[in-house]
């Protein structure tokens, strides 16, 4: 998109002209998880198996995914966080009419750190670490905070390098530059996953025709980590989807 045309597209006025004219046509969480049917519906079977006691996301961009979970799930507290305040404003506009939605400005590892510490994401979350773009890439450091916390938790990251999927594509941390650097992928995150927490991990294996109901589209790598949950883990590897679309990888993370 232009500069203009993005300009244009993010006034008030045109925003939430699109966002509703898509919300009749598609219904509303339309924009969420890339708008892969598959990982979408990866992440609503996680909500629908697990009693989750929050749903965080790093990275909020137009909210569209965290629109989608509280939708589908109203009683479940969401939080969202945003770096950027021109972006953090217009999401949280479109977002305020969800009152499970907590929409946060600010960095998004210092703002995991402080949900944690105060208690707010509960027993057992499910986070979605999805904030890039900037110069600096929290994800290191909010996953330090909770592995950090210790318990149970289910962590998705977006944009992440899958093994011998290639149709996936991925980030890489260039400090800005989108062009070089290191890639997302678990031998990045591996230092910021502390012991005795145990992690088990499960990548996507699918085509764009899956995902996709024009066959085709970007495809975006991902991750499922699941944090001292070995159990329910190895039980739910036995639901369709996952066994239809994931593969467990047999590396232990940590
Ligand atoms: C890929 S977009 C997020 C898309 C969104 N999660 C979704 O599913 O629709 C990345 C967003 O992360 C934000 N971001 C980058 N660094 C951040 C940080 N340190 N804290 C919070 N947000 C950050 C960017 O400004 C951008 O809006």
């Not at 979350?125 to 110069?135: C, F, G, I, T, V």
């Not at 109901?213 to 944090?227: C, D, E, K, M, N």
Request: proline share 5%; aromatic share 12%; hydrophobic share 40%.
């Amino acid at each position: 998109m232009s500069d203009r045309v993005l300009q244009l597209r993010n006034t008030r006025l045109v925003d939430t002209l699109y966002r509703r004219t898509r919300d009749l046509l598609y219904g509303r969480g339309w924009g969420a998880f890339h708008r892969d049917r598959i990982y979408r519906s990866l992440v609503l079977d996680l909500l629908d198996t697990f009693a989750f006691t929050s749903f965080v996301e790093t990275g909020t961009y137009r909210g569209y995914s965290s629109e989608l979970v509280a939708v589908r799930h109203p009683r479940l507290p969401v939080f969202t966080v945003e770096v950027v305040e021109s972006t953090y404003r217009r999401s949280a506009r479109a977002l305020k009419r969800y009152r499970n939605v907590t929409a946060l400005l600010g960095t998004s590892n210092e703002a995991v750190r402080r949900l944690i510490a105060e208690g707010k994401v509960g027993e057992m979350p499910l986070y979605y670490l999805d904030a890039h773009w900037q110069s600096y890439w929290p994800l290191r450091d909010e996953l330090r905070a909770i592995s950090a916390a210790g318990g149970k938790a289910v962590i998705v990251i977006d944009d992440f390098e899958v093994p011998g999927e290639p149709q996936f594509g991925f980030d890489l941390d260039g400090g800005g530059d989108p062009t070089h650097g290191e890639k997302c992928n678990l031998d990045y995150i591996r230092p910021a996953l502390s012991s005795p927490n145990v992690y088990r991990a499960i990548f996507p294996r699918y085509a764009a025709a899956d995902a996709f109901a024009s066959g085709g589209g970007p495809l975006r790598g991902h991750v499922v980590l699941f944090q001292n949950m070995s159990e329910e883990f190895e039980r739910y590897l036995d639901r369709p989807l996952p066994r239809s679309y994931y593969f467990r990888h047999a590396a232990v993370v940590a």
